[in-house]
Each structure stands twice: as structure tokens, then as C-alpha cells.
């Protein structure tokens, strides 16, 4: 019998291993009784499975209307014959009850007993092994443009990037991460015409700045002036369209634009020397924020390339050409409308250069899906670029996914590059590590830590106050960070984690300490407390599916809190290195354990470390 067969977790065959899971136990324990029952195969992946809820007893609740066609049976009657069914059957259940279309089912204490120690016994529980045969999964995030530091809208593309390619590879994919940099076009000659005209030969090095920040400034330096000189000109009886078109600045800025797509040295030697500062400064940022890739392309390497492929598109008839020799892709039919894809003159747009970086990374890899770490703001863009993709040959084209995230705001509104107004990313973490530091030593939490350690601390508190604060919220809402709010040992929090798992690693090293062998004897039947916990550590293997499926780092994120938060209340509770009974001591150190490294793991999926102390 499939279900007496996973009694015993730790003595069950590979296969049953892979797919333990007590979610997996009772609904293929289910499909048997519906089988046995009604002579009906019911695919358990359509098996609907919900925790009970707290008011009702059980651990978990079958809903049983999609069986009502099989059974030709009233709701509560069909609850009650699979029910019956399953206590007679299955090893794992031991008792139930009906509420009306709604099945309640009571799990035997012991078998969470057998659970825990199956979870125990597994080293990468919930996580899936890539194999050679494994689909490529790449990923594109950060994209940013080399003419202005990281800002807080990079961090979410970051974190969410970053933690996305955790999650797919923790469900079995092997993964590509990927930036593409966008370091040509004329946001980037607005801030070399402003370093050759106001920048006195400054270096990063002489400015003692980052290198992207250096660059950020004259950006902004550049609109100051030029919008100086949009107002000279139309208090001078000129439209205001007008005199932004023919605002010198402006008329400079895109003629260094066509001297560097002509190749001119001079312009190209300044254009690689500034972008290599912002270089620099980009992977410092990088580092500090945890992120990394293992493909950078660059724009300025792809237009070119996605110009050719356009062009080969044109003469197999899939694109047409105008009058003006622009080049256009017909998307009516698809109930889009026409899409520029080469200007006039012959250069590429967006579009285009999105196709050459396309072409390259097919070529570089075997690509089986490709997925964009791109704001919601460009959800057309990418409409367009998967049907052209598609259209041009490319397999993945079709399928390629856009994720597509909100914007992030703070309290006080939108952030504004050319202004000046934009959050920094690298003053964001400073504020967060030093919010983190000064909370945590009025909470007295650094007293017993040496200078060196409350710094490292305060690292990882702020930067896991900040990644979780991000990454807890649903992706594709628009979201407002509060960097007060974020930074609280209380509540859906990145420092409440943190510190529940210091404390159980507190706890461990006390057990130690004493001379405590807890791995000895912990055969109990667990209380109430104690098996939801189990419960909750039991579904790590679904939330880690679930968040890879639906591309979705806030399911890991709220699924951690809920787990410290359960182990909060149980701590609270009961005793653990007080306790006088001595197996159910030592349980309640394993069932620590194994808490604190799920909360590991699962934080890891999200970039954000947790310390031993705090």
C-alpha cells in the first residue's frame, strides 16, 4: 500500500524520497481512495490541499467537491467515505472529521516524529540537484545605463534578479545569470560633453568619489545647464519644443552621439575611460549588495549585431521597409500595431539592440528559456521583442518571460536621475547598515560583541532588513520601502528572522556547552505546537516550487516569517534546556535545529545572511 509505505520516512525507497512531502503523502492517499471508492483516477496534482484552519480540528483539509461527479454523493457524504477510507488505510492518518464539502484530516503524532527526522536526514531538503539534461534557464537583471550610479529602483531589480536565479536553481534548473549594460546612446554623451566642459580633467581618484557617482553628477550637471538654456531661448520668443531641440548643449550632445557611431577616437577614448569608472564603481555596488553574474554583455556590442539580424529579417520578407528607408516589423496581426526597428538614417533603437543581444546569447548558450528582470513600465517592449524573436527563428522566443515588476517609491515619492533626486544605492545600504548598528545597540543586542563583530552584524542586520523589506512584497505590486520601518526585531521583518535564528543557534551552542547529545534519543509524540512547526517545515519543498513556478521570491520570504513566527510562540512556551525529560529535550533541540536551517536555507534563496549571534 503506497501510503503504509511512507510510515517510516527514513526507510522508503529513493523515489518515495524525492516526492516525500505530507502534502504529496495524503493527496496520492486521496487519489487511492477516490480509485478504491468510486473507480475514478484522479490526477493528485488536481487534489485540492489546505492547512486546517486553527479554529477546526486536523492538520490538513481535503476539499472534496471536484469528486462529487465520481462519487454522485452529497458533499458530506463523500468527505465521510474517504475519510473512512484513509483511517483504515493509510498509516499516516489517524482520525477525521467533515465540515460540510470539506474533509479535516488529524496526521499521527508519531509520523511527524519520522518526518523531522527524514528532514533531518536530508542535506538539501526542498532543494533539487541539476543535471547535465536539465533545462538552461537565463536570467537578466540589473540593466543599468553607465551614465548614473545604481539607485533604489536597481536594488529591486537586483535583489528580485538575484534571488530568482536561487529559487530556479534550487528547483532543479541549471541557470544563466546575465546583464546587459547600456552604455551608448545620448544619456551617455550628456555626461562626457559635461566632464570635457565643467569637469577639469577630474578622476574619480582626484574627486575621492566612486566612479559611477562622479559620472551621475555631470549627468545631472548636464540638465542643469541645459534647461538653463531652454528657458534662455524661449524667453527669447521660442517654443518651448523648439528650444529643447536646438538648445546647444543638446545640438553638441547628438553630435557626439554620430561621431561615436562613426568611430571617432577621440570621442570613443573619453566614452571608454569614463564608462570604465562607472565599471568600477558598479562592482563594488554589486559586491556590497551580493549580486553577481556570470554573462555581461554590453549594448555597444549588440547594436550592431541587431541591426544585421534585422536586415536579414527584411530580406526574407518577415520585416518592410518605408519610403525613408526606415525598417518596420507589421505586428497587426497579432493585435499589435507596426514597430520601428531601424531609423532613417539607419540606426537601431531599443528594439533592435535587444534582438543583437539576443542573437549573442543563443549563440554563447543553449538557451531553453530565457526570462527579463524588467519593470512593468516596458510590458509592450516585450510583447514586441517576443514575437520578433519568435518570427527571427529563435526557439525560446515565444516563450520568453518577462517579469515584470512594480516600481519602488519612498514615502516622500518618485525619484528623478537627471534632478538628482534618486535614491543612491550605495548611501541607501550605509543608511541601512548604520540604522541597523544603532537600533540594535539600543536594544542592547552589541554589548557583548567586540568593534570588529558589531560591525559585521550591523552589516548583515541592515542588508538583510533591506533585501527582505524588497523581496517579502508581491513583485508585481508597485511598493513604497521605509527604511524606518524595515529595521524592527519585531514583526514581517528581515532583523526578526535574523534574530530568531541566532537565537536558536544560541540555544545550540548552550546544549553543547552542557554536554547535551540530542541526536541520541528524541522519540516522542509532539504536541500541538510542535507539530505545526513540523507542518510548516514539511511544506519548504512546495513553497520552493511554487516560488520558482510563479517566479516569486515573496513566497519564500513570507513563508520564512511564518515559520519563525510559529517557532517564536512554541520557544515562548515551553522549555527546551529546562526541560527534565531528557528525549523530549533532545526533540526540542532537533526540532530547533532543523528549524534554524530551513530559516537558512530559505533566507539564502533570498540573498540575505543570517549571523550566529546577535
Not at 209 to 215: R, V
Not at 260 to 270: F, I, L, Q, T, Y
Not at 285 to 297: A, C, M, Q, S
Not at 334 to 358: C, E, F, N, P
Request: glycine content about 6%; charged content about 25%.
Amino acid at each position: 500500500m503506497y501510503c503504509t509505505q511512507l510510515a517510516l520516512p527514513l526507510h522508503i525507497n529513493n523515489y518515495i524520497i524525492e516526492i516525500m512531502s505530507i502534502d504529496n503523502i495524503i493527496a496520492q492517499a486521496v487519489a487511492d481512495a477516490v480509485k478504491a471508492l468510486y473507480g475514478v483516477d484522479f490526477e493528485t496534482g488536481k487534489i485540492t490541499l489546505q492547512t486546517t484552519k486553527k479554529e477546526f480540528e486536523g492538520n490538513l483539509t481535503v476539499v472534496v467537491f471536484p469528486f462529487l461527479k465520481a462519487s454522485k454523493k452529497a458533499p458530506e457524504a463523500t468527505a465521510q467515505e474517504i475519510g473512512e477510507w484513509l483511517v483504515a488505510n493509510c498509516d499516516a492518518v489517524k482520525s477525521f472529521n467533515v465540515i460540510k464539502g470539506f474533509l479535516n484530516i488529524v496526521i499521527k503524532p508519531e509520523f511527524w516524529c519520522d518526518m523531522l527526522k527524514h528532514v533531518a536526514a536530508e542535506a538539501d531538503f526542498g532543494f533539487k540537484a541539476a543535471t547535465p539534461d536539465s533545462e538552461l534557464v537565463m536570467i537578466e537583471y540589473s540593466s543599468p545605463n553607465t551614465n548614473k550610479p545604481l539607485h533604489l529602483g536597481h536594488v529591486r531589480n537586483n535583489l528580485l534578479g538575484y534571488s530568482l536565479s536561487l529559487i530556479m536553481k534550487a528547483c532543479g534548473y541549471r541557470v544563466v545569470k546575465t546583464n546587459i549594460v547600456n552604455d551608448r546612446g545620448i544619456h551617455i554623451c550628456k555626461s562626457m560633453l559635461a566632464w570635457q566642459k565643467w569637469g577639469n580633467g577630474v578622476t574619480p581618484e582626484k574627486a575621492g568619489k566612486k566612479g559611477d557617482h562622479l559620472i551621475g553628477d555631470f549627468y545631472v550637471m548636464f540638465d542643469k545647464h541645459y534647461k538653463e538654456e531652454v528657458k534662455q531661448l524661449v524667453a527669447e520668443g521660442m517654443s518651448e519644443e523648439e528650444a529643447k531641440n536646438r538648445a546647444p548643449l543638446m545640438v553638441e550632445a547628438r553630435e557626439m552621439l554620430q561621431r561615436w557611431e562613426a568611430g571617432d577616437e577621440a570621442v570613443r577614448s573619453v566614452w571608454r575611460m569614463m564608462n570604465q569608472w562607472v565599471y568600477d564603481g558598479f562592482d563594488v555596488t554589486y559586491k556590497r549588495l551580493g549580486v553577481d553574474f556570470d554573462k555581461i554583455y554590453y549594448e555597444s556590442e549588440t547594436y550592431l549585431e541587431g541591426k544585421e539580424k534585422v536586415l536579414e529579417g527584411l530580406e526574407k520578407g518577415l520585416m518592410y521597409r518605408k519610403e525613408d528607408g526606415s525598417v518596420w516589423a507589421d505586428l497587426t496581426a497579432d493585435g499589435l500595431d507596426h514597430k520601428l526597428l531601424l531609423r532613417s538614417d539607419g540606426t537601431s533603437v531599443y528594439m533592435t539592440q535587444d534582438i543583437g543581444t539576443a542573437k549573442l546569447r543563443y549563440q554563447d548558450y543553449p538557451i531553453d528559456k530565457m526570462i527579463y528582470v524588467v519593470g512593468n513600465e516596458q510590458n509592450y517592449h516585450f510583447q514586441v521583442l517576443s514575437l520578433l524573436l519568435d518570427r527571427l527563428g529563435f526557439k525560446w522566443g515565444k516563450d520568453l518571460v518577462h517579469f515584470s515588476y512594480g516600481m519602488v517609491e519612498l514615502p516622500e515619492g518618485k525619484m528623478k536621475s537627471r534632478e538628482g533626486t534618486v535614491v543612491d544605492a550605495d548611501d541607501l545600504m550605509d543608511e541601512m547598515i548604520a540604522t541597523a548598528k544603532e537600533t540594535s545597540a539600543e536594544l542592547g543586542k552589541l554589548d557583548d560583541c567586540s568593534a570588529e563583530e558589531a560591525d559585521e552584524i550591523a552589516r548583515i542586520i541592515g542588508l538583510g532588513a533591506l533585501k527582505y523589506f524588497i523581496l517579502k512584497v508581491d513583485p508585481r505590486k508597485n511598493m513604497t520601502f521605509n527604511p524606518k520601518e524595515s529595521i524592527d526585531f519585531n514583526g514581517n521583518t528581515g532583523p526578526f528572522i535574523q534574530y530568531t535564528y541566532a537565537r536558536i543557534r544560541s540555544l545550540l551552542r548552550k546544549a553543547a556547552e552542557a554536554g547535551i547529545d540530542y541526536n541520541a534519543d528524541y522519540e516522542v509524540e509532539p504536541n500541538e505546537k510542535e507539530v505545526a512547526i513540523i507542518q510548516k517545515i514539511a511544506d519548504f519543498p512546495q513553497v520552493v516550487a511554487e516560488a520558482g513556478k510563479t517566479y516569486s521570491p515573496a513566497l519564500i520570504a513570507n513563508y520564512v516569517y511564518d515559520l519563525v513566527k510559529e517557532y517564536n510562540q512554541f520557544y515562548h512556551d515551553y522549555s527546551i534546556l529546562r526541560e527534565e525529560n531528557a528525549t523530549v529535550r533532545n526533540f526540542r533541540l532537533k526540532l530547533s535545529e532543523v528549524t534554524g536551517d530551513i530559516v537558512r536555507r530559505a533566507t539564502g534563496l533570498l540573498g540575505i545572511e543570517v549571523p550566529e549571534r546577535m
